[in-house]
């Protein structure tokens, strides 16, 4: 009987380090895209936008790009990646007339708020009330993971709006943060040299965020040199062109970052350190409006819908659902905890979101 007992209790101490270690393994990168629509992320080139003068220069161009008959036709030439890959290998939750719905918990549906909602579990309404550069009280997954001794230094963030800095309260957190205008500093190897000099010779459209391919570039080149286990990378320019009204370049920027996505899967895919230990998590920080048809340049608490966003997973220990068509309620504030599982760290008592089976 005792022998028994010794015999169980070695068993389980093998399968808990077996368990430790795949929990220590995981890489997560968490991605956004800034105010990107689940309409189109799941229909494609909405009709009653792309031939409408108003918010498109070259309609002909436009609609030969992306204009197809059928709404699953529309988002795969808009996604390609998303629809042809992700869709076989992970998981596409908010396509509401299904059934399947993430919404924010947060009731400013604005960028800081949603930021802070995703990266910390939890809306913070009575203190997160604006987009001003001010240095967040609350601790993102990125500082409680840079907090253990695990995860201590293998942590990223890049951002292509300035604000960043101080969303992740980078001077307390002490993860390193290049957002806005940043150029790479410490250790550069020569496509980081050759961006630092190109962001300087391509001007943004905006005085506050900068063009997507420089946020993506230096955080690749960063994973290829360090490999951070934990990276977060925003995308901004689909949230700009909205407000700009430039349905144009709105799709064409919503194209290319699923090709800029394509790349890092593809690239965490033939890196020895990412390749099959790598969970990616993509969302948005808010959603926009569609009636009336204007409002789909805008968003916050008077815009209908703007609370409405969605959620795609895949890699390591992601089940294969492809696009979910079941009954379901996610939030938002629930990122924050599901990494948290997956990094193997404790979920901060602050948060209030529960980590998604994936
Ligand atoms: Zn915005």
Known sequence: MKNRILLLMAALAVFLQINAQDVNDTKVILITLDGYRWQELFTGADSLLIANKEYVHD??????????????????????????????????????????????????????????????????????????????????????????????????????????????????????????????????????????????????????????????????????????????????????????????????SAHNTDTLLKQLWEFTQQDEFYRNQTVFLISTDHGRGTEPLDTWRSHGSKIEGADQVWLVAFGKNVRSMGEVKQQEQLYSNQIAPTIAKMLGISIAKEAKGQPIKL
């Open 59 to 252: 309609t002909a161009m436009l609609k030969k790009a992306f204009w197809r008959e059928t709404p699953e036709e529309r988002r795969e030439v808009l996604m390609p990646f998303f629809w042809n890959q992700v869709a076989k290998m992970g998981q596409i939750h908010g396509n509401r007339p299904l059934g399947s719905k993430v919404n924010l918990t947060n009731t400013m549906w604005f960028s800081y708020p949603g930021y802070n909602e995703i990266l910390t579990g939890s809306a913070d309404d009575l203190r997160i009330t604006s987009n001003a550069k001010k240095d967040n009280p609350n601790k993102t997954i990125l500082e409680q993971y840079n907090n253990i001794p695990e995860g201590k230094d293998k942590v990223a963030a890049f951002g292509s709006w300035d604000v960043f800095p101080y969303i992740i309260n980078e001077e307390r957190s002490g993860v390193p943060v290049n957002a806005g205008f940043e150029v790479a500093k410490t250790n550069l190897n020569e496509r980081e040299k050759f961006l630092n000099e190109l962001q300087g010779q391509i001007p943004s459209p905006w005085g506050s965020v900068r063009l997507d391919a420089f946020t993506h570039h230096y955080a690749l080149e960063h994973m290829k040199k360090e490999h951070p286990k934990f990276v977060y990378i925003s995308y901004g320019e689909t949230d700009d062109f909205a407000h700009d009204g430039d349905y144009q370049a709105y799709l064409k």
